[in-house]
């Protein structure tokens, strides 16, 4: 009886952390597309990545759109063309646009990353530059489907679910439940024991003798504050629509 209870409330533990993520998979109306209008993949490449961006944005319930351009067109800017190409395409409203240029606005080849929804936060700036960092070489030697394709992955390594603060909460109280019955069991178990005040009972006389002593340090204690970092790059669209993003010419 005993073990059916503890296994039950192991359980209802894993229950509670297990699933709000879960339910955060969505099976929602995800959209995905590449649509590379500067013809720099072939077929194959183009259909790869579009079955990677489709399985990401199905499993994470979000729109994964992957724009490449030979130029912006009629924007000045890779961030005014990325954001008006997702809000005026019908995708939102979580989702993540990375926009490929071969001339941008500073005459350079570039890479643009938009957000939108939920996607403003779990998929922010730094983690944005961290990613672009790690494709680099590759845009740079024109490698551009290896390099979007590791970009897909970075999207989803970053845009996961998460457990809210209050499920964390409950698996605490559930778990501390846990605690209080199993060591209430083995307490029950120890009726023979008594506490000791000394060690005496337990040193033979004459054992021990004590020829020098001395203090040695063993521990020290470091604190560190945090550089400050901007993350705050949210904007708004021509649309209305809040935007996170980040740029890159190379």
Same mark, same amino acid.
């Given at each position: 009886?005993?073990? !059916?209870?503890?296994? +039950?409330?192991?359980?209802?533990?894993?229950?509670?952390?297990?699933?709000?993520? $879960?339910?955060?998979?969505?099976?929602?109306?995800?959209?995905?597309? %590449?649509?590379?209008? $500067?013809?720099?993949?072939?077929?194959?490449?183009?259909?790869?990545?579009?079955?990677? &961006?489709?399985?990401?944005?199905?499993?994470?319930?979000?729109?994964? %759109? *992957?724009?490449? @351009?030979?130029?912006?067109?009629?924007?000045?800017?890779? !961030? $005014?063309? =990325?954001? #008006?190409?997702?809000?005026?395409?019908?995708?939102?409203?979580?989702?993540?646009?990375?926009?490929?240029?071969?001339? #941008?606005?500073?005459?350079?080849?570039?890479?643009?990353?938009? +957000? &939108?929804?939920?996607?403003?936060?779990? *998929?922010?700036?730094?983690?944005?530059? &961290?990613?672009? #960092?790690?494709?680099?070489?590759?845009?740079?030697?024109?490698?551009?489907?290896?390099?979007?394709? #590791?970009?897909?992955?970075?999207? =989803?390594?970053?845009?996961?679910?998460? %457990?809210?603060?209050?499920?964390?909460?409950?698996?605490?109280?559930?778990?501390?439940?846990?605690?209080?019955?199993?060591?209430?069991?083995?307490?029950?178990?120890?009726? +023979?024991?008594? !506490?000791?005040?000394? =060690?005496?009972?337990?040193?033979?006389? /004459?054992?021990?003798? %004590?020829?020098?002593?001395?203090?040695? *340090?063993?521990?020290?204690? !470091? +604190?560190? @504050?945090?550089?400050?970092?901007?993350?705050?790059?949210?904007?708004?669209?021509?649309? /209305?629509?809040?935007?996170? /993003?980040?740029?890159?010419?190379?």
């Amino acid at each position: 009886m005993k073990r !059916m209870i503890i296994l +039950t409330l192991s359980l209802l533990l894993l229950a509670c952390v297990f699933a709000p993520a $879960a339910f955060a998979n969505g099976t929602g109306t995800a959209v995905s597309i %590449v649509d590379d209008g $500067a013809e720099v993949l072939s077929e194959n490449e183009l259909q790869s990545l579009s079955d990677k &961006a489709s399985s990401i944005a199905e499993q994470l319930d979000i729109d994964v %759109v *992957f724009v490449i @351009t030979s130029d912006l067109g009629s924007y000045n800017t890779k !961030m $005014a063309y =990325a954001d #008006d190409y997702f809000d005026y395409n019908g995708y939102g409203p979580d989702g993540v646009l990375v926009l490929l240029t071969m001339l #941008d606005e500073n005459g350079k080849r570039g890479l643009y990353t938009s +957000t &939108a929804g939920s996607c403003i936060s779990k *998929f922010n700036e730094d983690e944005q530059d &961290a990613v672009f #960092d790690d494709v680099y070489d590759e845009l740079s030697s024109g490698s551009y489907y290896a390099a979007l394709m #590791d970009y897909a992955d970075g999207i =989803a390594y970053h845009v996961s679910p998460h %457990v809210p603060f209050s499920s964390l909460l409950i698996a605490l109280a559930v778990g501390f439940v846990i605690a209080l019955v199993v060591t209430g069991m083995l307490k029950k178990k120890l009726t +023979t024991v008594e !506490m000791q005040h000394g =060690a005496k009972n337990y040193v033979r006389a /004459g054992s021990m003798e %004590v020829t020098a002593s001395r203090d040695t *340090f063993l521990y020290s204690t !470091m +604190t560190r @504050t945090e550089k400050p970092r901007d993350n705050d790059r949210t904007h708004t669209g021509s649309s /209305g629509t809040s935007h996170g /993003g980040s740029g890159h010419s190379f």
